[in-house]
């Protein structure tokens, strides 16, 4: 017996031709890449469309970093990141940008992480408008700026914090406030790290969430970056650098970063 998963379309019963667009993407997109997206249902009742698909057994990123955060060492963080890179570089290279990338939306079944809701950003009756959760929102958009594939880079460095601390970005801010927008978008903020967080980890975070999105990496890149860390962590990139590290000192601040998962509480009140 396969279990499904059930996800209404909130106000889909005026379901605009854009967004019929992006359910097309949707399924596209998991056609070409094994993921599982069964089709469509109506209710009866509201008119809305539910989608029929895969049922994640083990929630989200951010519900698993919340139970097992402290089991997860640094090199299964980094397999993780290599993994959704990867998927996200198939994505954009067919041009389109996710949108809505956040833990929330990275899924874990059995023990396979991958990414939902591909295409699906924004509200199924509104085509325009700021749209995702605060912290993950990339400034140029908070500026008027339209979501591009750099803006899920930007995402992609607000998960890398949450892999870094095991709780979710600015958790103690309001996520409405809009002191917090204005600090993500014009004074710069972003979220801290946990302790003994490599420095080049850092450095990349900060290059994937750079105000200017020019300077952001790709997805390709990420993924290229991610190889070699974990090639280093294996013992095979001694001598060798990527992104001004040496393989060995990537190798050494991954062991010294594991020490200290142990002692990384992951608990927190929420404010928003």
Known sequence: MMIVALKRLIGSHNISDKYFSKLKIHWEVCMLYGFDFYGLTKDPETNEFIMIIRFADKGSLRSSLSKNFNDMNWQNKINLLHKLSYDLQNFHKLGYFHGQFHSLNILQDHNLFFISDFGLNGSANIDKGIYGIIPFVAPEVFNGEPYTISSDIYSFGAVMTELSTGKPPFYNKEHDDENLIFAIAVVGLRPEFGKETPKFYEKLVYKCMNKNPNERP????????????????????????????????????????????PNISTSYKKVF
């Open 218 to 261: 790709t997805a390709e890149e990420l993924f290229d970056i991610f190889n070699f860390w974990l090639d280093s962590i294996r013992g095979r990139k001694d001598e060798e650098e990527c992104f001004s590290y040496k393989g060995r000192e990537i190798k050494d601040a991954f062991k010294e970063a594991d020490k200290e998962i």
